[in-house]
């Protein structure tokens, strides 16, 4: 099992960037993929970026050129670095895992989630 505690969200000017951050507990991590979705008020949560265990990532085709996922398996780390920030990308973020080669971007195929840290991007 492994625990997922994310962090670095907060209140963006449109155009900054963020930097989240998702530790994993545990001595497994780089048996895991990792995933980061996000969920707007109103709306379902959604695929946002994701990386294999090889570090091979995936990202939608809204955050593309914008967002990077990467992975940091010495401090069970997850990261996503979000530059160009526009105010549709305000969400709760949330990261998760997967014991499995390769990433998903379904969020049902996830074993295990973080509580989620608030991103909000002012226009």
């Known amino acids: 099992q492994v625990q997922l505690v994310e962090s670095g969200g907060g209140l963006v000017q449109a155009g900054g960037s963020l930097r989240l951050s998702c530790a994993a507990s545990?001595?497994?991590?780089?048996?895991?993929?990792m995933g980061w979705f996000r969920q707007a008020p109103g709306k379902e949560r959604e695929f946002v970026a994701a990386?294999?265990?090889?570090?091979?990532?995936s990202s939608a085709d809204s955050v593309k050129g914008r967002f990077t996922v990467s992975r940091d398996n010495a401090k069970n780390t997850v990261y996503l670095q979000m530059s160009s920030l526009k105010p549709e990308d305000t969400a709760v973020y949330y990261c998760?895992?997967?014991?499995?080669?390769?990433?998903?971007?379904?969020?049902?195929?996830?074993?295990?989630w973080g509580q989620g840290t608030q991103v909000t991007v002012s226009s």
């Open positions: 998760a895992a997967k014991s499995d080669l390769y990433y998903y971007t379904q969020l049902e195929r996830y074993d295990y």
């Open positions: 545990g001595r497994t991590f780089n048996n895991y993929a």
């Open positions: 990386i294999s265990r090889a570090g091979v990532t």
